[in-house]
Structure formats: structure tokens, C-alpha cells
């Protein structure tokens, strides 16, 4: 109950941009599970504002980077999903697991650096947590704008890490917002296996 009560402080004493990021990254993702293009544009809004927010309030500078990343990654998919796979609707596709072990072990080698750079360089907070996210996030996106099946799969452990990093940091909105997504993660990928 006590995480509730914070929630809804929080909640109360958030200001526009906490708002609009958590109402616009909700309808993203919801339109991303129902594979609707215009998630994309969404996620542009979303994350302008959601990397602002965790530079200046919560000193996630890797977040930061990786919501700038979605918004140019928003155009990716937006590009794909519409016009540049050629069809009205691109189709779902699989990775086999030799592709994904080399994306994770070298998707881990990454994060380990950069947590590493950040812890020692920079004044960031939660700097190997925030790298694992960022890094596997980045992924995981790439894998969504070209509609690969097992995007999801990733998202449900990056969404579940990302609801203890943003509690970690105070964060109990977005850290909300993270629950929420780590639910949607698994409905979308049922969702997306049986159409393939």
C-alpha cells in the first residue's frame, strides 16, 4: 500500500511533462502491440520529452541517450512499417537463436562498458542497471522497427529491470508506466506469435 500512496504523490506533484510522457508512452506502446504504424509517432512525443526528463530531474544520462535514440528510431519504424518494407503492412518476422546469442553477448560486452564509462566518468546514477537498459533497449527497438517477433521477449525483461531502476531513482510514475509496459510486452508477444 505504501508504494500506491507514493505513486499517487508522485502522481499529484508531477508537472506537464511527467504527463505527457506517461499518457503519449502508453498509447505507443499500446498501438505497437496492435502493430497500428502510428505508434511511431507517438513514441517521437514520448520520448523528446521522456529524454529531458531523465537528464534534468532523475540524472539517468544514459536514458537520456537512449529516448533520443527512440526518437530517431521513431522515423525507422515509421518508414518500415508504412512504406519501406514494400507491402501496406511489413510482415512479422523471426531471428534464429544463433543471431540472438551473438546480439546478447555482445549487447552484454556493450553494457558492461558502458556502465563502467559512466560510473567512472560521470556523476550518473544506477550507471550499470541504466547501461544494461539503454543498450538491450536499443536493441530490442531495432528488432521492432523491422517487426521481429522476439522484440517482445526483450522487452519483458528490459520493461521489468526498468521498474526497479526508475523506483530506484524515485521515479514511481515511470517506474508505473514500466509495470504497465511489461504486461502489454507479454500480451503483444502472444499476439504477434500467432500470426506467424
Not at 19 to 43: F, H, K, M, Q, S
Not at 157 to 170: K, Q, T
Amino acid at each position: 500500500m505504501a508504494l500506491l500512496e507514493k505513486i499517487a504523490e508522485e502522481a499529484l506533484a508531477l508537472g506537464w511533462v511527467d504527463w505527457t510522457v506517461t499518457i503519449t508512452a502508453l498509447i505507443y506502446v499500446v498501438l505497437a502491440a496492435r502493430e497500428n504504424p502510428w505508434c511511431w509517432v507517438w513514441g517521437i512525443v514520448s520520448c523528446g520529452l521522456w529524454a529531458y526528463a531523465s537528464f534534468a530531474f532523475y540524472r539517468l544520462y544514459l536514458d537520456a541517450l537512449l529516448q533520443l535514440f527512440y526518437v530517431v528510431m521513431g522515423f525507422v519504424g515509421l518508414y518500415y512499417w508504412k512504406a519501406g518494407s514494400g507491402q501496406t503492412d511489413a510482415p512479422i518476422l523471426r531471428l534464429p537463436l544463433r543471431q540472438h546469442l551473438f546480439w546478447l553477448t555482445g549487447g552484454s560486452v556493450l553494457a558492461l562498458a558502458f556502465g563502467y564509462f559512466f560510473d567512472t566518468w560521470t556523476p550518473a546514477a544506477a550507471t550499470y542497471l541504466d547501461a544494461f537498459v539503454t543498450v538491450f533497449a536499443m536493441l530490442a527497438t531495432w528488432l521492432m522497427t523491422r517487426k521481429v517477433l522476439e522484440n517482445w521477449l526483450y522487452w519483458i525483461i528490459i520493461d521489468a529491470a526498468s521498474v526497479y531502476l526508475f523506483a530506484s531513482r524515485g521515479a514511481w510514475l515511470f517506474s508505473a508506466v514500466m509495470v504497465v509496459y511489461t504486461g502489454i510486452a507479454v500480451a503483444a508477444y502472444w499476439a504477434w506469435y500467432k500470426k506467424v
